[in-house]
């Protein structure tokens, strides 16, 4: 959820089989159609805002295709609530976690995990309403990281997904064929050849 008064990174996506794979580009604006942020959809028809919503404001993500503009709601804001903002670096995450509530992040739970494994876990002890860290991923394995922040009463208050892609785990398949010309249905040999980043086979 969007919470009034914090900045949040927004993913948009085109879900039209035909323009998802078009470049398009559009804005947001607020209930008083002042333009607030900009964006252009990439690969997939994915796209992405940094919004902060203000108190008493609706956002409107707006696209205009062959000469037509369209105007589609964003979820309305929370007046109090939490966030998590996770930026990857390549080495690192950097991770920011933040709370409006009355209570702030006094007695939340934060957790980082992979493929069931647990990863990282935070309780935090002290009266703040925000705080950073770092996840270093030399030592992770490549794939989706779970983060999820849960409330004094135990329940997931936020998530993030972060895709953990390291160099050092990048492998080069080579393959080659036993011949170049092949028949119809005619059986093939094929020698795989995997060497990892320092190369090894």
Do not use: W
């Amino acid at each position: 959820y969007l919470v009034e008064n914090v900045t949040s990174k927004v993913a948009i996506k085109i879900k039209n089989d035909i323009y998802n794979k078009i470049n398009l580009s559009g804005n947001v604006t607020d209930s008083d159609n002042n333009v607030v942020s900009q964006f252009s959809t990439i690969d997939f028809g994915l796209g992405l805002i940094i919004l902060t919503p203000k108190p008493n404001k609706t956002y409107f993500a707006n696209v205009e295709v062959n000469g037509s503009e369209y105007k589609y709601p964003l979820p309305k804001a929370l007046p109090l609530g939490y966030t998590i903002n996770a930026v990857n670096k390549g080495d690192q995450f950097l991770i920011d976690v933040n709370s409006t509530t009355a209570k702030g992040l006094a007695g939340t739970y934060l957790v980082a995990h992979q493929r069931g494994d647990m990863l990282f876990s935070k309780l935090e002890a002290e009266d703040k309403n925000n705080y950073s860290l770092k996840l270093h991923t030399d030592a992770l394995r490549d794939g989706v990281i779970h983060l999820t922040l849960f409330n004094t009463e135990g329940n997931p208050v936020c998530e993030r997904l972060v895709f953990v892609d390291n160099p050092k785990n990048k492998a080069t398949i080579e393959i080659k064929k036993n011949k170049e010309v092949l028949g119809v249905r005619e059986k093939i040999s094929l020698n795989l050849n995997v060497i990892d980043s320092e190369g090894n086979n």
